[in-house]
């Protein structure tokens, strides 16, 4: 926390994975509350057999504690560890996009080997009273267009630095007017600290790449980014 805040992080989104995630999440809170905002949602990966027991759980809490979440997520499809679990992933993503617009708040999607299937899933639920952010978004520049088209943003982190990403070249045609910032904590931690334990203080190397590909001053597009996340999750 304490480098973040150096680094000039002054709010950290939380996405919930599972119930194991929640309690740990909420601990994190008690102690830093105000930098600290919570999603509250079921990770594709841990859709398992009893998802719809723990997706009732969930819907309860989203009852009793609407303003205790600024978003549902992590929310989405994951095709690159199970295939076979490809139905119900899509069933849990709709109960669940069905939250943001009956609690009128935003997502934050998960898509891994699964553009296809997310894609339908969006185009079917296409509406101005859905939007989210893209989690982690490595899609195609045709893949952005649309995804901007339909009110959603793109969530970039540190992929964006790694020499064989296109995301830079996607986001020199779509500008940055519907991108945030993120970590994807631990993982995928920017150049030079690839390999690494991501952390929130490295969203500021993510920011200067951003800002050295795309002509633009770190303090751009340190106000874009941040002014965009205060918009979409309501902070």
């Known amino acids: 926390m304490a480098r973040a805040q150096e680094a000039g992080v002054t709010d950290m989104l939380l996405p919930n994975v599972d119930d194991l995630s929640l309690p740990r999440m ?7 509350p105000g930098s600290i905002h919570l999603m509250l949602g079921l990770h594709p990966c841990e859709v398992n057999e009893a998802w719809e027991e723990v997706l009732d759980g969930y819907e309860a809490l989203w009852e009793a504690q609407q303003d205790g979440f600024v978003a549902v997520g992590e929310i989405g ?10 139905d119900r992933q899509v ?5 669940q996009l069905d939250w943001c617009i009956r609690y009128q708040k935003p997502f934050s999607m998960h898509v891994r080997d699964a553009w296809g299937p ?3 899933v969006l185009r079917q ?11 982690c978004f490595t899609g195609s520049l045709e893949i952005a267009q649309e995804l901007l088209e339909m009110g959603h ?4 982190g540190g992929v964006a630095t790694f020499k064989t990403a296109k995301v830079v070249e ?4 779509v500008g940055l007017d519907q991108v945030v910032l993120e970590t994807d904590s631990p993982y995928l931690a920017p150049t030079p600290y690839r390999g690494k334990r991501n952390e929130s203080a490295f969203v500021l190397r993510v920011a200067e790449h951003l800002a050295e590909h795309l002509g633009l001053s770190i303090q751009e597009v340190d106000r874009i980014t941040s002014d965009n996340a205060r918009r979409i999750f309501k902070l």
Not at 130 to 135: E, I
Not at 153 to 156: A, D, M, P, V
């Open 170 to 173: 996607v986001l020199a045609q």
């Open 125 to 135: 639920r296409a509406c101005p009273e859905l939007s989210g952010v893209m989690h």
């Open 77 to 86: 499809l994951d095709l690159y560890w199970d295939k076979s679990t490809l």
């Open 153 to 156: 943003s793109l969530g970039i």
């Open 91 to 95: 069933q849990a993503l709709n109960r």
């Open 26 to 32: 909420q601990a994190l809170q008690m102690r830093y």
């Open 118 to 120: 997310t894609m339908e």
